[in-house]
């Protein structure tokens, strides 16, 4: 269960992860110890699960951006297709989906040339892939990590 005070601790770090303790303390209207203790608490929790840089897809040679639908022949229940495909570096995200396709991924590449490469040599050697479909993004609109966290009522 997360209450305000933690909902808030969130969303400060949402904004800022590298924020001082004693900044996130001031904006919740608590002592540094008693934020330091909340945020140990909410990682050993498994709520905070890390923290990351966000870093600029073009300034590391990752500009094209690709959505794979996989289609495998594997058992309910067998995800070793999917854990061939989390070996690849360039796979950032993989959900195992309902509806004709078993995994849609998000694939981070070079460019068109890349992605095909992907699909032909590490996506297509893996046993189980059937088939896959691949979506180019033009333009992004909008991409975030951040989720809004919404405190759970407590009935007495």
């Known amino acids: 269960m997360i209450d305000e005070i933690d909902a808030t601790i969130l969303q400060v770090l949402h904004d800022n992860a590298r924020i001082a303790q004693a900044e996130v303390a001031r904006v919740v209207g608590l002592a540094p110890s008693a934020v330091l203790e909340r945020i140990r608490k909410l990682e050993g929790r498994g709520i905070i699960k890390g923290y990351a840089a966000l870093v600029d ?12 639908a996989v289609r495998s022949e594997q058992a309910p229940g067998d995800d070793t297709v999917a854990q061939a495909l989390a070996r690849c570096p360039e796979v950032l995200e993989i959900h195992h989906v309902a509806g004709d396709d078993c995994y849609l991924l998000k ?8 992605v095909g490469q992907l699909l032909r040599h590490k996506f297509g050697r ?11 993004v033009l333009e992004t609109v909008k ?14």
């Open 107 to 114: 694939v981070r590449a070079r460019d068109a040339e890349h």
């Open 57 to 68: 897809p073009h300034a590391v040679d990752q500009a094209m951006l690709a959505f794979v």
């Open 126 to 136: 893996i046993p189980g892939v059937r088939s896959t479909r691949t979506t180019i």
């Open 143 to 156: 991409e975030t990590p951040r989720m809004q966290v919404r405190v759970e009522e407590v009935s007495q």
